[in-house]
């Protein structure tokens, strides 16, 4: 019979779908309210910000994006419309293509950080004190390597991005 997790380790996943879901719907609104800007366009200006030349493969944007990964293609489309990024074909790969953040896209993204940094307090930060904080980011990297490392067992399964650095050394990256 496959091992099953106990009530308290049903109840804290639970707990942390909760918790996740009821913060990324509170930082959605108050991107949306303040800077006309969804969480799910943040996390693509952030990677592209983050990212060498500010400018991604649209496989690697895939794997690196937290939270939405399907209908990643439309999303960026709709970036590029808005005149946030843009595409450039890649020309090692004629199939290839690339998104790039465009200085509009830049300064989106500086206008909303404050506004996303200040949710992620006032929604996270400020209920946890540095113990558990530090608990937490040490309990959730070893989930994260581990399911990680699972995902990496299965045939046809693109290579996983390394680990992100933890949240509280990311001030200017602003993580969504």
């Not at 009530?7 to 609104?29: D, F, G």
């Not at 896209?105 to 909303?112: C, N, P, V, Y």
């Not at 992620?120 to 040490?138: G, S």
Request: charged share 30%; aromatic share 2%; hydrophobic share 40%.
């Amino acid at each position: 019979m496959p091992a099953r997790p106990d009530p308290a380790q049903l109840a804290a996943w639970r707990r942390l779908l909760e918790a996740h879901a009821t913060v990324t719907e509170l930082l959605e609104r108050e991107l949306v309210a303040e800077r006309g800007l969804p969480l799910s366009r943040y996390d693509v200006l952030l990677n592209l910000a983050e990212a060498p030349g500010g400018r991604l493969r649209m496989q690697e944007l895939s794997a690196s994006v937290l939270l939405s990964k399907s209908g990643l293609s439309r999303l960026v489309d709709r970036m590029v419309e808005a005149g946030l990024v843009r595409r450039e074909r890649c020309e090692d790969d004629r199939r290839g293509w690339f998104a790039v953040l465009t200085d509009q896209g830049r300064s989106a993204l500086r206008r909303a950080a404050p506004i996303h940094l200040r949710g992620i307090h006032e929604h996270f930060a400020r209920h946890l004190d540095p113990e558990e904080v530090q608990v937490m980011a040490t309990a959730l990297s070893r989930v994260v390597a581990a399911a990680r490392a699972s995902a990496g067992d299965q045939p046809g399964e693109p290579d996983q991005p390394e680990e992100p650095e933890p949240l509280a050394s990311a001030g200017s990256a602003a993580s969504p």
